[in-house]
């Protein structure tokens, strides 16, 4: 089942990344998933935390200037994208983006309207919203594969 969503108001950054901990588990059956807010809304604050929860074994690099950053975990290959400083997603196409997309791996995108046409459906979106000194995280499922993840969530009470 697909089409679910999750709305966590008045999040703070320890909140956030005890969200990133949570989801850990389940994003290790791989998927895609964008990561949408303005800048400072936290997508960068997550993606490190969800990166540092599935240890990865090394310094996660933020890819504002690489555009992709690539780990290993066990058998997951996990790839960070920041699309941020593409202007036009054709850009895109000389970094071989359709043999990230593997089933067994685990693909975070930044900004991923700035590649619009060029990126696969995720399986989740996550939106981030800055609301005053806190921010709020709606998460959206678009595939059964999404709606796993989001199901790692279902408890997220304790986290508040």
């Known amino acids: 089942m697909s ?5 966590v108001r008045d999040i703070d950054e320890a909140q956030l990344v005890a969200l990133a901990d949570r989801l850990a588990p389940a994003a290790r059956s791989g998927g895609v998933i964008h990561l949408v807010g303005e ?3 936290g997508k960068t604050t ?3 935390a969800l990166l540092n929860a599935l240890t990865v074994g090394e310094r996660v690099k933020s890819p504002t200037y690489s555009l992709i950053e690539s780990y290993r975990v066990t058998d997951l ?10 202007a036009d997603a054709g850009e895109l196409e000389w970094l071989g983006l359709p043999d990230l997309w593997g089933t067994h791996a685990l693909v ?3 900004w991923p309207e700035r590649g619009a046409g060029a990126l696969p459906r ?3 979106e996550l939106r981030l919203r800055h609301a005053g000194p806190t921010r709020t995280l709606e ?3 678009f ?3 999404g709606q796993g993840l989001l199901d790692a969530w279902k408890e997220f009470e304790d986290l508040r």
């Open 143 to 145: 595939s059964d594969r």
């Open 77 to 86: 290959d996990v790839h960070h994208l920041d699309l941020y400083r593409i």
């Open 3 to 7: 089409g679910g969503r999750l709305i």
């Open 46 to 48: 997550f993606a490190r």
């Open 139 to 141: 998460a959206i499922a």
């Open 39 to 41: 800048l400072g809304a």
């Open 122 to 124: 995720p399986d989740l």
């Open 108 to 110: 975070l995108i930044e």
